[in-house]
């Protein structure tokens, strides 16, 4: 028979073994637990709930186990940390803190089998938790507070610069982490909180003071420094879920509320940073700023404005120059060539090719790159900038290696995409490339000209380039058709021309417009032409020949009497000049009825013929320009130190024509792209119209917007589009 345990003789076996745990927990003298000792006290326990009822005291232990950490926490604990403060308060706590974990670990094991079945069954609190609720509700609660003023004030002293005891911190935060009782609800209610305002309080101090303390990149170290010792706070002591709190802290006080006072800073903010290339600093500020949500936009926005300064300044010099000298486009592109290198360093390097940087440069060099200097265009400086690189291999003075000239020529093609006329560029670009074919006696038509053509196609589709590249062909067959035609007079000895004669045939629709007229030519010139036509038909039956005589080039054999002179001249002043082989005094009114040429084409032969530098013909009466009353003789006294000269015609400024053409192809390219549009959506409001038009061609140029109304007009009155009867402002395509 077993025998039955009462409760009270039982329970003053737990006792004993109870006495002697807290008496080994403050320190008394006392020998550790044996192992008879612990299987005593459990034999105890157990028997003690495995009784049938009446005598199954399970509740009562585990009612009497929740009272031994009362009368614990009351009677000892709470006594102990009476009248402690500060560190003092801190160590205490952490203590009894570690003590009643101990408690907890050795009394669960003494009356384990409650624990195991009796509250499993009941659903209660385990005997753990009731340990730590015990402590939570009689302690925790009763010191909290204090508590975290300690812990407050201890982070503030460590913030300052003082030594602290980081492990004692640590135990005691932990204490307000484990009362949560697998939650972060104290720990962030008690102290947390706390500590964030705290936080607030301190760095928002600190901001006002340093801000007007230190330059800009002694306060980025400064914020840098602070950022980094919170994050290591929350390593050593913090919980890690308020690194970010305490962290996104630190950036709003230090960075975003004086984003703006410390990037203006005067001397030593971000423009100063850029102007001195502080490269170390700028990386600093992207560091700091790159982590905060819209941080990085005032950084982007001065580092545009910087950027933009930089640019109108080229600009402004640009200008002052062509107002006393002309535009000199070697020394403009080449000055933004090198600005945009630098700060594209400064995108990759120090801001680690952000996509807001790229954008920032973008926009920066898109507002001074379509700007006009004087009355050129930035499209047409460009083109003017590339041709002369083409066609002498040179900046100014300095004479380029190819590799040099082709690196020069790729930044040329990169700047393009900040200026919106992209078309105009193309057409001043072709109309270059033209006279470097025609006139250029380099071999222009060879690899530097191509490259820049794989360049721009690569860039901007074949729609780009294909006429250029079709000029680019026409010239390598007229190469080959040139020596064919030797081949042929040399056959044909009877057919021989009596000079050298050599014709470029061009396809139309690849070349710019040229001027053509019916001159009476000499009838040498006239032999020579009909030779070649002969030639040609034999094989192009079905083509027909333009000629442009405003292109040709002649080498003419001028006798004077000190001396011969050749003179390359072009095939009208050719004209011109031959007729004085017949007739020794010519009118003006004579020279324009035997050439069948308009009074203004012959006003600008005679010009350069009699006016200019080299005066071939004598003028009556002498004048710097030419009436219809002149006369005009063969100045046989002429003469000139060089055997051969050149003598130009006045300039002529094509600017405007082609303005005006590529005005006009624009005005077929909105009516192609609204078309289009309209096509594929059938009905669109007119300001989703005029937007998408918009988005479809600024690839190439800006469409103004009233251009693109009277386009639309145009449309409805050629029956593309209606309006719709109910809503005017809505466009229907007609089919």
């Known amino acids: 028979m077993v025998e039955i345990i009462e409760l009270e003789q039982g329970w003053s076996v737990m006792q004993v073994g109870v006495r002697k745990l807290t008496r080994i927990l403050e320190g008394e003298p006392e020998s550790p637990f044996e192992a008879e000792a612990y299987m005593r006290l459990y034999t105890t326990s157990y028997n003690m709930c495995i009784q049938k009822p009446p005598n ?19 009677q000892t604990v709470l006594p102990a940390l009476k009248g402690k403060h500060d560190e003092y308060m801190l160590k205490e706590f952490a203590l009894r803190w570690a003590n009643n974990k101990v408690m907890v670990r050795w009394l669960s094991r003494f009356f384990c089998y409650i624990d195991r079945y009796y509250v499993a069954r009941r659903s209660l609190s385990s005997l753990t938790d009731v340990g730590l609720i015990c402590f939570r509700d009689l302690v925790y609660t009763e010191l909290q507070s204090s508590a975290k003023d300690s812990v407050l004030a201890l982070i503030h002293k460590e913030r300052e610069g003082e030594q602290i005891d980081r492990a004692l911190l640590k135990n005691v935060i932990d204490i307000y982490v484990q009362n949560g009782m697998q939650t972060m609800e104290k720990y962030e209610a008690d102290l947390e909180k706390f500590l964030l305002q705290d936080s607030t309080s301190y760095y928002s101090r600190k901001a006002s003071s340093w801000i007007q303390e230190y330059s800009c990149p002694e306060y980025m170290v400064k914020a840098e420094e602070c950022l980094k010792k919170e994050k290591e706070r929350v390593a050593y002591y913090l919980h890690a879920s308020t690194e970010p709190k305490l ?12 984003a703006k006072q410390l990037l203006e800073k005067e001397h030593s903010g971000c423009s100063a940073l850029l102007r001195d290339d502080k490269m170390d600093d700028l990386s600093r500020m992207y560091r700091l700023y790159e982590p905060i949500p819209k941080g990085l936009e005032p950084v982007a926005d001065a580092f545009k404005n910087h950027i933009t300064a930089e640019g109108n300044a080229l600009i402004k010099q640009a200008e002052d120059a062509a107002a006393s000298g002309g535009v000199q486009e070697q020394v403009l592109f080449r000055s933004i060539i090198e600005l945009h290198d630098k700060y594209m360093v400064y995108v990759k390097e120090c801001f680690l090719r952000h996509s807001l940087f790229f954008k920032a440069l973008k926009e920066a060099f898109e507002i001074f790159c379509n700007k006009k200097v004087g009355a050129s265009s930035s499209a047409e400086l460009l083109a003017a900038f590339c041709d002369n690189l083409l066609r002498k291999g040179s900046l100014g003075a300095e004479k380029l290696s190819e590799d040099a000239v082709d690196k020069m020529l790729e930044n040329a093609v990169q700047l393009l995409a900040y200026i919106c006329d992209k078309d105009l560029f193309a057409e001043f670009y072709r109309k270059k ?20 053509l794989a360049k721009l196609k690569e860039v901007y589709g074949l729609q780009f380039t294909s006429k ?72 192009h039956k079905h083509r027909r020949l333009m000629w442009i005589y405003s292109l040709g080039t ?7 009497d000190s001396k011969p002179v050749e003179l390359v001249v072009s095939t009208y002043q050719t004209a011109v000049l031959l007729l004085f082989n017949n007739s020794d005094r010519l009118t003006f009114q004579e020279i324009v009825e035997q050439l069948n040429l308009s009074p203004e084409d012959v006003t600008r032969l005679l010009l350069s013929l009699s006016c200019a530098k080299y005066k071939i013909l004598k003028k009556e009466p002498v004048s710097k320009t030419i009436s219809k009353d002149d006369s005009f003789e063969f100045n046989s006294k002429f003469t000139d130190k060089m055997r051969r000269i050149k003598i130009p015609l006045p300039p002529v400024d094509e600017r405007k024509k082609i303005v005006e053409d590529v ?30 038009c918009v988005e479809l061609l600024s690839k190439m140029f800006k469409p103004d917007i009233k251009m693109i109304k009277k386009r639309i007009e145009d449309l409805i009155t050629r029956d593309y589009l209606m309006r719709d009867s109910d809503n005017p402002n809505t466009f229907k395509y007609i089919a």
């Open 56 to 74: 199954d005291y399970s509740q009562d232990l585990y009612d009497r186990y929740r009272k031994v950490f009362e009368d614990y926490s009351k």
């Open 247 to 258: 962290v996104a802290i630190v950036q709003a006080e230090l960075l975003v509320a004086v």
């Open 433 to 452: 490339l033209a006279r470097r074919l025609l006139f250029d006696r380099k071999d222009n038509e060879g690899q530097p000209e191509k490259n820049v």
């Open 468 to 539: 250029m590249e079709g000029m680019l062909t026409d010239m390598t067959l007229s190469k080959e058709l040139k020596d064919n035609f030797g081949t042929h007079l040399i056959k044909h000895t009877l057919r021989q021309v009596g000079y050298d004669f050599t014709v470029t045939v061009l396809t139309t629709g690849f070349w710019p417009s040229y001027k053509t007229s019916d001159i009476n030519l000499p009838s040498e010139m006239v032999n020579g032409i009909e030779t070649f036509k002969a030639f040609y038909d034999e094989d």
């Open 554 to 560: 002649c080498h003419v054999n001028g006798r004077f």
């Open 663 to 692: 005005d006009k192809d624009r005005r077929y390219a909105i009516d192609a792209a609204l078309v289009r549009i309209m096509k594929s959506r059938k009905v669109l409001p007119h300001q989703q119209l005029v937007s998408e």
